[in-house]
């Protein structure tokens, strides 16, 4: 149990249809960090957030967008689905955005798009 | 660019072996590497760091080695149990690097 935890747990849309995923980080995590894996992969870096500000960013579209609130939750936003962006998304949260801290991943939302 | 290999074929052991996964990594030079556990349809969960300046890190059964001349991270279980079958990450990190690169896994299959 990390205490990361991610909503909904699955969840199907149509091509061109827009999703919101939320994260709620472990308590006194200030970052959150989203990651994209799909079947047989290793997951990829989208972005990630520190105090309410995107801290960096990985090799993904700007139909890729998220959020932080002031309680340190999150949520990842993609427009204009794709097939291809089907996928199992993690959030994972660290004490701050320094290297080195060991990061703490939820159970992931699994969306398929069809 | 950067690249991490992990073996992606299954690795099959008999219970009470020592598994060894390996984790190469190219045009790369981290400061960190890391090791999580993944389980089907799970996140993945942190087991061990190592840093650059460490050699070689311990914990219960598990011990990772770090050879930043090979470019090369080594991964053991030892005395393997069926509990131990899933698939392992491995991910190296830079200083200041904002997120963590993962290789694609190593399905490990501990046969009792």
């Known amino acids: 149990e990390t205490g990361v935890t991610q909503s909904p747990t699955h969840l199907i849309k149509t091509r061109g249809q827009q999703v919101t995923l939320r994260c709620s980080s472990q308590s006194g995590h200030n970052t959150v960090s989203w990651y994209q894996q799909a079947l047989g992969q290793g997951p990829q870096f989208i972005f990630q957030y520190y105090r309410e500000e995107e801290n960096g960013r990985g090799n993904f579209p700007p139909r890729f967008s998220g959020l932080q609130f002031p309680n340190y939750s999150s949520e990842l936003n993609v427009n204009a689905l794709e097939l291809d962006d089907s996928a199992l998304y993690l959030c994972?949260?660290?004490?701050?955005?320094?290297?080195?801290?060991?990061?703490?991943f939820g159970e992931g939302s699994w969306l398929t798009v069809v | 660019s950067q690249k991490i290999e992990q073996n992606s074929e299954a690795l099959n052991i008999q219970e009470g072996k020592t598994a060894t996964l390996t984790c190469n990594y190219t045009n790369y030079s981290p400061a960190y590497l890391q090791w999580y556990r993944q389980d089907p349809g799970r996140g993945p969960v942190f087991l061990l760091l190592i840093r650059e300046n460490e050699k070689e890190k311990r914990k219960e059964r598990l011990k990772v080695t770090f050879d930043t001349t090979l470019k090369q991270s080594l991964f053991h279980i030892t005395a393997s149990q069926p509990a131990d079958s899933a698939t392992y990450l491995c991910?190296?990190?830079?200083?200041?690097?904002?997120?963590?690169?993962f290789g694609s896994g190593t399905r490990l299959q501990v046969q009792p």
């Open positions: 994972a949260s660290s004490p701050d955005r320094s290297s080195g801290n060991t990061i703490y």
């Open positions: 991910a190296p990190l830079g200083t200041g690097r904002r997120a963590l690169t």
